[in-house]
């Protein structure tokens, strides 16, 4: 169950399935508050306010959640394919990087690989 009873702060919550796929999103859950239980998630992601906004991210997008190197690996594999398979770059999904010991919510241009240039 998710709160905010005890937070000075207002956060962003996403519910996600199984299979990291957003299945519910709350943004700017404020302090001191219970939103409903969701029974068709399987894990919950509590984010700084406006992670959800800035991000894009929407129901039915699928998270990552990897290191800063991870994510690079990932993008060139992208940008391969693209290349290879029809020529156009991949949409842009989105991605959380985590570092050792922290997470954040991080866009994926801010490691130099943004798969929406060439």
Known sequence: MVHTIGLRFAID????DSKSRVVYAI???GPLRIPPVRWDCASVLELPVRSIFDSGTQVGDQIMIRLPEDLNKYWETQRNEGAVTNG???SLPTGIA???GSMKQV???LFGNDPRKG
């Open 88 to 90: 156009s770059t991949p």
């Open 98 to 100: 985590a570092k050792p």
């Open 27 to 29: 943004e700017n859950l």
């Open 13 to 16: 919550v996403l519910y996600l």
């Open 107 to 109: 866009p994926q241009w």
